[in-house]
């Protein structure tokens, strides 16, 4: 079974600073894709980056990075410039490759940017 | 181009009640899947329907059923309503199998 794991339930950052979400995962897949969903109060889950496993090179989408580490199982999202509009649940996801297309998320950590 | 489209945004039911949800997904996309977000969890997958047909489902109760419709939109289909089924139901759609878009999600409340 996929199990994901967000060890930080909450989380806050100053405006413009820069913040780490942490993620692990456990599985006996090699194929598989990891994703960062953003939650605002509007409930609507917005992808906020995606990575494939087979590639070693960390993800990246404009202030949005992450640290992908397969060994360690590993998966933190670095948010720099931190905005108020960044102020939302932050979910870690997991998928398989090829079997069902299903999600299995974390629980999420909460952020929220203070001005 | 309309995003995912959920209905009600609110409902609220009686134990023992039932409740359909509606989702209407993104033009030209034919997989719509449903996930639970209980209070304090993560999104917890449902069901994935494609083509008509149900293709996964996930570890549920059968009184969680669905079924979508020729022209792609889906219900979800919650019988027997317990207090525990208070969630949050997210609907998603996607062209592919990781191209993911969600609608904004009905909130049901059983009391």
Redesign the interface.
């Known amino acids: 079974a996929q199990t994901?794991t967000q060890s930080q339930p909450e989380m806050s950052v100053q405006e413009a600073e820069t913040v780490t979400l942490s993620c692990t995962y456990d599985t006996s897949e090699n194929n598989y894709?990891l994703?960062w969903?953003k939650q605002p109060p509007?409930?609507?889950?917005?992808?906020v980056i995606?990575q494939e496993a087979y590639k070693q090179q960390n993800a990246t989408e404009n202030r949005f990075s992450v640290n992908f580490q397969k060994a360690a199982k590993s998966f933190s999202l670095k948010i720099s410039d931190s905005q108020l509009g960044d102020t939302a649940m932050y979910?870690c996801?997991f998928?398989k490759?090829?079997t069902?297309?299903?999600?299995?998320?974390?629980?999420?950590t909460s952020l929220t940017v203070i001005p | 181009e309309a995003g995912v489209t959920q209905s009600p945004t609110h409902l609220i039911k009686t134990r023992g009640q039932q409740a359909t949800l509606r989702c209407s997904p993104i033009s030209g996309h034919t997989s719509v899947y449903w996930y639970q977000q209980a209070l304090g969890l993560g999104l917890q997958f449902l069901l994935w329907y494609d083509e008509g047909e149900e293709r996964n489902r996930g570890n549920f109760p059968p009184r969680f059923s669905g079924r979508q419709f020729p022209n792609y939109s889906s219900e979800l289909n919650v019988n027997a309503l317990e207090l525990e089924d208070s969630a949050l139901y997210l609907c998603a759609s996607s062209p592919d199998f990781y191209g993911y878009t969600f609608g904004s999600g009905t909130r049901l409340t059983v009391v």
């Open positions: 994901v894709y994703f969903y509007s409930r609507q889950m917005i992808l995606r979910f996801a998928m490759v090829l069902g297309n299903q999600f299995y998320f974390g629980t999420g």
